[in-house]
């Protein structure tokens, strides 16, 4: 049964790779094939990771992941007019599809997004006409014949460089970016406002959505996500921090702020608390890959929504429902205002997503069974098998189960990425970085 | 987590009052103590995210939504009305309020301390006593909070700077800054209150303590009117098709600089330079 091995599989995980940034990890994203892996930090670092070849002789046959590249993506600027430093840290990366050789990906902070180049060089041209092995240019009298250069090999080289930067067009802080499906253009969302880029075009972008209300004493409402459809190259979603869902058309008009569909639950009123709203705050919305569903995170629980139904979620999950009854200590610490992330596996029959204390949770689909797991150094050692872990609720702990005034509000899981095609998982824990792989038979 | 339930006295000599009854008020005391506590948080959150150098609009949002709804509740409740009565009481001194208000200003920590809800409720001042608690605010130069509290109206003075085509260079700033001081009409917004330093008047002005009631608008009428009005105007001109911008000397930099170096204008070491003749300025304006 295909569907009980997803979980099967991930439930015999393995730890194949701790990486650990310098700083912490703001972002994950695997590339269209998962060969390669992205991670951003708040230092505005952007580290990709390869993918081992298979090798035969290796016991496991699944390849590692090694760092690949570094560079420096955004530096921490100044902005004048309001006085305000503007953070180096990087908020999203979103990988272009591989067209030739060369990768290319996009890394976005608060202001500024950037096109990055990531190539290889392996190969070095000798026997130069005019000039010597050290580059000095050679007396013409000294040059007797004529030879042509040749291509000799070189250690492999990784080289990153920005080709377009995409920049003054957003007032607010970014917090989303995506690749459109024509592969030609992609959104960039703000707290108020989505632009629509030309990735050949930097010195203008369209605004395509605008909720700014003329009087900002009136706001309410911000934009918390955005999406472009993985097929359909006019439809986009964006997510607001009431716990609704626009889908827009961009066909429809050149401003999109009429949506298309409206997607929102209505609440339980027996629910209802003055924390209500925050937790009902979206913080991502992620298409399946097929295109047909989409995945909301809000504070509590994960609902996936049929992109025909717009009165209420076809799924939704718990992820730490035991929090129901402390939020108001969350909203003291401000816990209540993380922002979580959200994934789907690569046929979309199991779901992601992290929680406190390290936790990180998935959701199988179709058997509607659920695991909690832990990304920590101590309780994982390398090539070991991940245990399942259980957060006591109230009554008599059972052994290995931890209770929820145990639990480590400082060590959350913000950002968690799913391999396009396998059951490799990325999660970042603070500053570090754990990619897990399920055991081969 | 909430402040503990006062404990109800049962007089002697007074009427029986049943068990189920006084349990009822117990709970109804109870939940408008840990409503109140809830209002008084949210507010310190929201005078907190002014105090940020950048503040979270998404987070803004939110708790300004959250201290709405309690209003909204408290309105309907009519205990709204007996709050700004009992704010409204002589009791308090003067000094008494200028001490509250300074801490406000002083305080960065996240985790606001208990004893600061109590400070919350000395908030009837009335504006020319906000003003005057500025000069507490100036008190400590070095705390960058107190000073990134007036920034954001010291943004909208050089905005419009700007756009009146000044030259901006810092020592224009530095005029205009002082030129304009306190009499410069801050707020593009009608309805406005204009004498009272926003930051500090946003706050108070959630509460907004004149008799009779206050709609719950009137009550959050400033608050949103600092985050980002210094762009007001010039956003108006980014909307749309976006052709390149009006620049700034910032922007100017930023697209002659090679695309492969850095593109920040000014390294942190000079930011951090910058922020320092900022609190400087800042402490002659308010000082004055």
Not at chain 1, 61 to 73: A, H, I, K, L
Not at chain 1, 223 to 230: L, S
Not at chain 1, 256 to 283: A, G, Q, W
Not at chain 2, 74 to 99: K, N, Y
Request: proline share 3%.
């Amino acid at each position: 049964n295909d569907h009980e091995v997803t979980l099967r599989g991930i439930n015999n995980c393995l730890l194949f790779l701790s990486g650990y940034a310098a700083d912490i990890i703001s972002t994950v994203e695997f590339n269209y094939s998962g060969e390669l892996l992205a991670t951003g930090d708040k230092g505005g670092r952007v580290v990709i990771f390869q993918r081992e070849q298979e090798s035969k002789n290796r016991l496991l046959s699944r390849g590692e992941y090694n760092v690949y590249s570094t560079f420096q993506s955004h530096e921490p600027e100044f902005d004048y007019l309001k006085s305000l430093e503007i953070e180096e840290k990087i908020n999203k990366i979103r990988w272009l599809p591989q067209q030739n050789a060369a990768h290319f990906l996009l890394s976005a902070n608060d202001k500024t997004i950037k096109l990055w180049k990531i190539s290889e060089r392996d190969k070095r041209a000798e026997g130069y006409n005019l000039k010597d092995e050290d580059g000095r240019l050679q007396d013409q009298f000294r040059i007797t014949t004529l030879r042509v250069p040749v291509l000799m090999p070189m250690d492999l080289m990784v080289e990153a460089s920005p080709r377009r930067i995409f920049a003054n067009a957003h007032t607010y802080h970014i917090n989303s970016i995506s690749v459109n499906s024509d592969y030609e253009t992609y959104l960039s969302a703000d707290d108020l406002r989505i632009n629509l880029w030309h990735l050949e075009i930097t010195d203008r972008s369209f605004n395509i959505v605008d909720i700014k209300p003329a009087n900002m004493e009136e706001l309410t409402e911000v934009i918390t996500a955005a999406e472009c459809h993985p097929h359909q190259c006019n439809v986009f979603v964006y997510s607001s921090s009431k716990g609704t869902i626009r889908l827009c058309d961009m066909r429809a008009a050149a401003l999109c702020d009429r949506h298309s569909k409206f997607f929102e639950e209505p609440e339980d009123p027996s629910s209802r608390s003055f924390f209500s709203e925050i937790i009902s705050s979206i913080s991502d919305v992620k298409f399946s890959h097929s295109g047909r569903y989409m995945m909301t995170r809000d504070y509590l629980s994960v609902k996936v929504w049929d992109l025909n139904m717009e009165n209420r979620p076809v799924e939704t999950y718990q992820v730490h429902e035991y929090l129901r009854s402390k939020l108001c200590s969350l909203y003291e610490n401000d816990c209540i205002f993380d922002k979580f992330e959200c994934c789907w596996n690569g046929s979309d029959s199991a779901i992601m997503t992290g929680s406190y204390n390290n936790f990180f949770r998935m959701f199988d689909r179709n058997t509607r069974r659920d695991i909690t797991l832990e990304a920590s150094r101590e309780n994982s050692k390398p090539r070991a098998i991940l245990k399942p872990r259980k957060v006591c609720t109230g009554g008599k702990r059972k052994k290995d189960e931890i209770s929820v005034d145990s639990l480590d509000f400082n060590k959350k899981i913000l950002h968690t990425a799913w391999h396009p095609k396998e059951n490799v998982i990325a999660v970042a824990a603070t500053n570090n970085l754990y990619i897990f792989q399920d055991k081969m038979n | 987590m909430f402040s503990k339930g006062t404990k109800r006295k049962f007089s002697d000599g007074g009427e029986e009052i049943s068990d189920e009854s006084l349990l009822g008020a117990r709970v109804a005391s109870s939940y408008s103590l840990q409503r109140q506590s809830l209002l008084d948080m949210s507010l310190i959150k929201l005078q907190l995210c002014h105090m940020l150098v950048e503040p979270n609009l998404c987070r803004s949002v939110l708790i300004a939504n959250t201290v709405r709804q309690i209003q909204e509740e408290m309105t309907h409740d009519g205990s709204w009305h007996m709050v700004t009565e009992a704010f409204c009481s002589a009791g308090q001194s003067p000094s008494e309020r200028l001490v509250a208000t300074e801490v406000l200003c002083r305080s960065r920590e996240q985790d606001a301390e208990p004893k600061l809800f109590s400070v919350i409720s000395y908030e009837g001042c009335c504006e020319e006593e906000v003003v005057a608690d500025e000069t507490l605010c100036s008190v400590s130069v070095s705390d960058t909070v107190s000073n990134v509290c007036l920034a954001g109206r010291m943004g909208q003075c050089w905005e419009k700077s700007e756009l009146s085509g000044i030259e901006r260079d810092e020592e224009a700033l530095e005029d205009s800054r002082l030129g304009s001081g306190e009499e410069e009409e801050i707020d593009t917004e009608d309805g406005a209150s204009t004498e009272s330093p926003k930051t500090i008047g946003q706050v108070f002005g959630t509460f907004e303590i004149k008799n009779g009631s206050p709609g719950p608008d009137s009550a959050l009428e400033e608050l949103f009117s600092d985050v980002d009005t210094s762009y007001y105007d010039l956003d108006t001109m980014l909307t749309g098709m976006q052709s390149a911008p009006k620049m700034g000397p910032y922007d100017l930099l930023d697209s002659l600089a090679p695309s492969h170096s850095s593109p920040s204008i000014v390294s942190t070491p000079n930011c951090r330079s910058d922020l320092n003749e900022l609190d400087h300025i800042m402490e002659i304006i308010v000082g004055s």
